[in-house]
């Protein structure tokens, strides 16, 4: 199933970064507490967050394809086509294909017999020009080598600083085209980087660049949750000495703590319209999952059982939860109906072993993610619903937080070389495999956002 | 039995030795109902919780793998702090459960959970009352020792008794 024999692409991908720090403060100033149980980091030692890229594996059917160095990029602080062939390749799904020559910014200038003896199935060409409000114009062509004709085009004109961003939507442009599939490119992803004793939630583009931290503590942060619309995330904080859920906006920084009752409060989920969440609290004894509104109102209690019931996960209609329950002795994956009150019927899901954790539903609501204990090993798997059939796809000692991407093609999740955390990306056949590495610190916790809001073509 | 107690002894003394509660400050409190975990500096913390000859210094319940009964070599801890609870009706408790780092973060904090709550049962059972305790969990993300072997997992899977204001 995984391919062993670590068939590199083109070798590791470096790419060296110095991501924008904020500093995040409390907007709570009642709370003198928290100011003084937490120690603040020191702005100049900040966390280098330049991320590694290694591929392993990869299906024998990639798609090759030629992406010539846009006309004019060399004028601009960043290029635009190393970002493009660099997602693309990162898929798993394309072969690049060798494009130096003289760069054209004119479909009729492309020779395609040359193209053709070089393996090409797909050829890119574009500009980008510098406006001069400062702004920057960039076009872009993706053409079909065999038939000589063009798949599409595109043009937009965007800020210099947002070229990147440009990039990301121009290969998702490309990947849709040629695998029908939606690209998720432009998506961002967030994760925990433990530093020493300091731990940072993390925001980053899906490439891993732009990463800021959206808040950092002393004390730890896990579960972090993205509400369905990618503007807030929600997250287990312990800097005031026992486990509290809050939900932090990202625009504006402000954060409220929705589930601080007596007792422990974790493991935050989104309800599919992003009203409610549902958490774990032990409250009312054991740890039971509650539904919450957003704004930390409404409590009302969800399942009933005598042991552990955790890890809730909506299907994508709303209508179940699936988690992880510890009721039949080992624990296991259980699906329950979101219902007006509290229930203890819920339908077991895994039987594979005395370990299935973490799930989550893929985001087409026909399976779902999560960690199987094998032997000594903790692994991402998939389930189907409706057969019920498994299947492993990583073969990692460690594995955890397994978070699938918004098409369903990848699994994005938190493993561990020589003792420090990282993180990875898993096709969902188990085909591919990336390694995603930060410089400095322990990575864990990944959760990857929604397809951004933007009006696609 | 004063051979026995000797033994005791001896044995508190060892286990406080190797025992770290680290240092907080706080300041403020949380508006709302009274919450133990969010409690203010208590100038009045009685001297006999610190002090290494008395068993109510002894601060940690340990726990087997997968496991969260409480050991009859930890119920004489239980029961001492149990019964201060009961005799010092203004003291409360932040009990902190703890769990080994294997396997899934959630789970291992309902983990913790459990190894907390059933110290608070023990408490309840031996005349505390059930507002003057909180029963928290740390999970696996607060670890005592940091090695990757069975001696530091099972140093974690404990539960910590914290009086409110330390």
Redo the contacts between chains.
Sequence with gaps: MMNKSHDYLSGPLVNTMKPGFMLVRHRQPTRCSLFLALVLWSISAPIQAALDIEIFGGGASRIPIAIIPFVGEEKLKHGITAVVAADLQRSGLFRLVDSSGPSIRDPRQIAYPDWKSRGANALVIGSAVMLPDGQVEVGFYLMDVAKQVQLTEYTMIVPADRLRAAAHQIADIIYEKLTGDVGVFSTRIAYVVKQSNKYALQVADADGFNAQSIIEYSEPIISPAWSPDGTQIAYVSFENKKPIVYVQTLATRARKAVANFKGSNSAPAWSPDGKRLAVVLSLQGGSQIFLVNADGSGLQRLSQSSGIDTEPNFSPDGQTIIFTSDRGGSPQIYRMAVTGSASGAAERLTFEGSYNVSPHHSRDGRGFTFIHRNGANFNVAVQDLATRQVQLLTDSRFDESPSPAPNDRMILYATEIKGRGILAVVSSDGKTRQEISIQAGDIREPAWGPLPKKIRR | MKRILGALLVGLLSACASQTIPP????????G?A????T?LDPNLNPILKDPNNILSKRSVYFDYDSFMVKNEYRTTVQAHAQYLRDNAAAKV?L?GNADE??????N???G??RA?SVRSAMTLSGAKDSQI??????E??PRATG?DEASWAENRRTDI?YQGE
């Excluded at chain 2, 294997?102 to 789970?107: F, M």
């Excluded at chain 2, 909180?134 to 999970?139: D, R, T, W, Y």
């Design positions: 907080t400050i706080e300041s403020g409190t949380e508006s109902s919450r133990i975990a969010n203010s932040l902190q294997r396997g899934s973060r959630e789970y904090l309902a983990l959970q459990k709550d909180e029963a928290v969990s740390l999970g993300e607060k990757h914290r």
